[in-house]
């Protein structure tokens, strides 16, 4: 079981406890948890891995995707603490936007049609590799630390 301490700490955020709430009810990513929490995903990333430092999420790479789930000793554990305090149930407002949004988010395949956009852009072959672009004059390159 992980550290008490943060447990606690780490489900006393409001923004955290919606991420729980929604991964209870299944394995999302970012881009996904994004479009539901309408937040961005420098600040989805850094509510999850502080979820993830106190070892109530997970990531699995699944190709480019990361996806973040709870295991199941984890799930067992914090769905009846959620309940004992009435969160499995609760009626509030963001909590049913977050669950209609869940639903939008799902239908729609957000991650497919993210998916899709990362595929649309420019390849990686086609840039200009940072080795052949020009520098400043007095500039030299690094990497070569032997003098040559």
Request: with cysteine.
């Amino acid at each position: 079981m992980p550290d008490i301490l943060r447990v606690f700490r780490s489900l006393a955020d409001p923004t955290r406890l919606r991420i729980v709430r929604l991964l209870l009810q299944g394995d999302l990513c970012v881009c996904e948890l994004m479009f539901v929490l309408d937040m961005a995903q420098s600040r989805v990333s850094h509510q999850l891995r502080i979820l993830r430092d106190a070892g109530l999420v997970e990531d699995a790479r699944d190709g480019q995707w990361i996806i973040y789930h709870m295991p199941k000793n984890i799930r067992a554990t914090i769905a009846p603490l959620l309940a004992l305090f009435g969160e499995d149930n609760q009626s509030t407002g963001a909590d049913q936007a977050d669950r209609r949004r869940l639903s939008a988010c799902l239908k729609e395949g957000i991650r497919k049609k993210k998916c899709l956009l990362v595929k649309s852009l420019k390849p990686r072959a086609e840039r200009t590799p940072a080795s052949t672009r020009k520098r400043p004059a007095g500039i030299k390159p690094q990497g070569d630390h032997h003098g040559n």
